[in-house]
């Protein structure tokens, strides 16, 4: 299956301040998602990365707040803009692979202070 | 849209036992169901799925089984090994966006 990179791995940062995280898949890839887990919680969908075009967020997130880049197929990024601690969670992207199945990136996990 | 209920939220076992963790689903559209295992700090790792055209599928000690019309579908795993502790999430896929909703996990503990 693919290999899905994410930097950084982790990072600790200050309120107000933002951080943008890449995913990096060493094929070409039709869709891209960008996914939150909260700390000993499920995971929740952020957006689906769109190449060439906006992404589409889901229900709770929003542009301004989590800008997402993907200029093609095989990188995207999500930033996280002025951070206050409730953003400290795990940021992981995820992508449709082989045999049509969902795998994950490393992940990232944002600690903000 | 879809919601995803699991139980339980945790689960110990001895070793050698056998664990079930269920899942339910609201979305009768819904026709992809992952299950997910994640290691404390890992990032979660796909180990079986099966689609809404199949009732079972099983992969060494590892079957999941689903039932459409209840709306429900279980992962089980025989022989458990302490390697198995770990939190498992199940999810699910409605349509052809990829979109996955997910359960809010259970922890499974194998004792040794």
């Known amino acids: 299956s693919a290999v899905i990179s994410q930097k950084p791995s982790r990072d600790i940062c200050q309120r107000g301040t933002s951080l943008t995280i890449q995913c990096q898949v060493d094929?070409?890839?039709?869709?891209m998602f960008w996914y939150r887990q909260q700390p000993g919680q499920s995971l929740t969908l952020i957006a689906t990365?769109?190449?060439?075009?906006?992404?589409?967020?889901e229900s709770g997130f929003v542009i301004d707040k989590f800008p997402i880049s993907r200029p093609n197929l095989t990188f995207s990024t999500l930033t996280v803009s002025n951070m206050s601690p409730e953003d400290s969670s795990i940021y992981l992207c995820?992508?449709?692979?082989?045999?049509?199945?969902?795998?994950f990136g490393s992940g990232t996990q944002l600690s903000v202070l | 849209g879809e919601n995803v209920e699991q139980h339980p939220s945790t689960l110990s076992v001895q070793e050698g036992d056998s664990a079930v963790i269920k899942c339910t689903y609201s979305?009768?559209?819904?026709?992809?169901f992952p299950w997910y295992k994640q290691e404390l700090g890992k990032r979660p790792q796909l180990i079986i799925d099966?689609?809404?055209?199949?009732g079972e599928k099983k992969d060494q000690r590892i079957a999941v089984t689903l039932n459409k019309t209840a709306k429900h579908f279980s992962l089980h795993i025989t022989e458990t090994q302490p390697e198995d502790s770990a939190v498992y999430f199940c999810?699910?896929?409605?349509?052809?966006?990829?979109?996955?909703?997910f359960g809010k996990g259970t922890l499974l503990t194998v004792n040794p």
């Open positions: 995820s992508v449709l692979g082989e045999g049509e199945k969902l795998f």
């Open positions: 094929s070409q890839v039709t869709m």
């Open positions: 990365a769109n190449q060439g075009s906006e992404a589409t967020y």
């Open positions: 979305d009768s559209a819904s026709n992809y």
């Open positions: 099966i689609r809404s055209n199949v």
């Open positions: 999810a699910a896929i409605s349509g052809s966006n990829y979109k996955l909703t």
